[in-house]
C-alpha cells in the first residue's frame, strides 16, 4: 500500500498524476458496482492519463505492443467502416473497444511504480467484495436474484468470469506476500482466495469454474514458494472439491440436470450454429461490432440457399442474442481481420508471460502481477471458448492487469525501482 511519505514525494510536484491515480482508484472501486460512476472514472481517467504521457513524453516512442493495441482498435473501427448489417450498433460496438484498449494501452506506457502497482491490485481485489457479499445477500438470504451475480457485472456468466480473473489475483498476491505476512494479515490472505471460489461454485458457471482449476494449479505450481506451503494450498482447494458433493453443490446439480434434458451444452451448439453460418456473410471485415443479435432466421436461410445447401431452423438459436464464444465473436461481427487481431493479441500476451516469467518471480510485486496477468489470460481465453469473454467489465479487468503487466516488465528492463 502507499504509504503518506510515498504520497508526498510522488504527488507533490505532479498533480495530474494524483488526479490519474484518483480517477483510477475510483473507477475500480465502482467497476463491478456502480454503472455511471465507473464510466465517468473511466473517461476522466484516460483524459488525465493520456495529458499526463503526452506533456510528460520527451520522445514519442513506438514499440510493439503499441502495434498490437492499434491494429486491435483498428479491426473494430474497419468492422464500424464497413459493417454488413446496418443500421446496427456497430459504431457503439467500436466505442467500447476503443475505450477498453486505450484503457491497457495507457496503462502500458504509465510508469506506475511498484507501490502504486501494488495499490491498483489490491483495490481491484478488495472493490469486488461488497458487491459479492450484495449478490450473495441477494441470491441466499433474501431471494431477489435467481442467480449469483455482481450488481454491475450483471449475468451470471459475466459475474463468473470477473470473478474468476479476481480469484487467480488474490491467489497470486497471497502466496507472493505469505513468507512476510503476519498471522492476522496470514488469515485475511487465506480467506480472500477461498471465499472467491466458494462464489463461483456457488454461481454455477461450469466454463470458469473448470478453467478455474487449472488456474489455481498453474499459479500455486508458478508462485515462488515452498513446496509445504504449495502442498497446503493445493489441500485446501482439494478439501473444497471434495465437500462438494458432500454439500450437494448448485453447480453439480445443474450439471446433472443438464445432462438429463440432453442440453450438456446448455443449447451452444444451436448459437454456434449461427456464428458459424454468419461468417460467410461478410467474412473480411464482419457484420459490425455488436451486430450478432440482429441476425435472423432469414439471414441464415439465404446464406444457405445461395451456396447450394439444406436449411432446418431447429439448428440455430438466434435467440440466444450473443454467439457464446469470445473467437466466433470476433470472426463474426469483426471477420477475419478481427479475428486475426484477435489471436494476435492474445498469443503476444501469452508470449509476454512466457518471457517475463523467470523475471518477475525474482520480485514480490513482479510475482503477483504475474500471476494476476495469467489468470486474466487464461481466463478470458479458456473461458472464452464457451462464453463471451473480453466485453464490458472483465474486459477493463483483464486489460487492467495486461496494461500494468507491460509497464511493469519495462520497468524491470531499466532498472528503475528497487524490490
Known amino acids: 500500500m502507499m504509504s503518506p511519505t510515498f504520497l508526498q514525494q510522488t504527488y507533490s510536484k505532479n498533480f495530474s498524476k494524483l488526479l490519474e491515480m484518483i480517477f483510477l482508484t475510483l473507477m475500480l472501486l465502482s467497476l463491478p458496482s456502480l454503472e455511471a460512476p465507473k464510466n465517468i472514472f473511466l473517461i476522466l481517467f484516460l483524459t488525465t492519463a493520456l495529458y499526463r504521457q503526452w506533456s510528460e513524453a520527451k520522445t514519442k516512442s513506438w514499440g510493439f505492443w503499441d502495434w498490437i493495441f492499434f491494429s486491435y482498435i483498428a479491426s473494430s473501427f474497419l468492422s464500424a467502416l464497413f459493417a454488413g448489417i446496418s443500421p446496427g450498433n456497430a459504431w457503439g460496438g467500436f466505442r ?78 497471497s502466496l507472493s506476500i505469505w ?40 499459479i500455486i ?52 450454429n449461427v456464428s458459424l453460418e454468419a461468417a460467410h456473410f461478410y467474412p473480411i471485415f464482419g457484420i459490425g461490432n455488436g451486430n450478432w443479435g440482429l441476425i435472423t432466421l432469414d439471414d441464415l436461410k439465404k446464406s444457405r440457399i445461395e451456396r447450394g445447401l439444406p436449411f432446418d431452423e431447429k439448428i440455430y438459436g438466434i435467440e440466444h442474442r450473443h454467439s457464446h464464444s469470445l473467437y466466433l465473436t470476433a470472426l463474426v461481427e469483426r471477420g477475419v481481420v478481427g479475428f486475426l487481431t484477435l489471436m494476435l493479441l492474445m498469443s ?18 513482479g510475482a503477483y502481477l504475474w500471476g494476476a496477468s495469467l489468470s486474466a489470460w487464461i481466463v478470458t ?39
Open 348 to 365: 503476444s500476451w501469452f508470449i509476454l508471460l512466457i518471457k517475463t516469467y523467470t523475471k518477475l518471480k525474482k520480485l514480490t510485486p
Open 221 to 272: 505450481l508458478l508462485i515462488p514458494n515452498s513446496n509445504q506451503i504449495k502442498l497446503i494450498a493445493f489441500g485446501i482447494f482439494g478439501i473444497i472439491l471434495a465437500l462438494m458433493p458432500v454439500m450437494n453443490a448448485a453447480i453439480i446439480q445443474k450439471q446433472i440436470a443438464n445432462q438429463n434434458a440432453g442440453a450438456v451444452m446448455s443449447d451452444r451448439d444451436r448459437v454456434w
Open 96 to 173: 467500447g473497444m476503443l475505450i477498453w484498449t486505450s484503457f491497457a494501452w495507457l496503462l502500458s506506457r504509465s510508469k506506475y511504480s511498484p507501490q502504486e502497482i501494488t495499490w491498483l491490485i489490491w483495490i481491484a481485489i478488495l472493490g469486488t467484495l461488497p458487491p459479492l457479499i450484495w449478490g450473495l445477500i441477494e441470491y441466499m438470504i433474501i431471494h431477489t436474484k435467481s442467480t449469483l451475480e455482481l450488481h454491475s457485472v450483471g449475468h451470471v456468466n459475466h459475474s463468473a468470469i470477473y470473478l474468476g480473473i479476481i480469484l487467480g489475483a488474490a491467489l497470486s498476491v
Open 179 to 218: 513468507k512476510t505476512a503476519g498471522i492476522f494479515k496470514k488469515l485475511f490472505l487465506l480467506s480472500l482466495p477461498i471465499f472467491f471460489f466458494v462464489a463461483i461454485i456457488i454461481g454455477q458457471s461450469r466454463g470458469v469454474f473448470g478453467i478455474s482449476l487449472i488456474r489455481l494449479s498453474l
Open 381 to 419: 481465453c479458456g473461458v472464452g471458448f464457451v462464453n463471451s469473454t473480453f466485453h464490458h467489465e472483465h474486459a477493463i479487468l483483464a486489460f487492467l492487469f495486461l496494461g500494468l503487466h507491460l509497464s511493469f516488465t519495462r520497468l524491470v528492463e531499466k532498472n528503475t525501482f528497487a524490490n
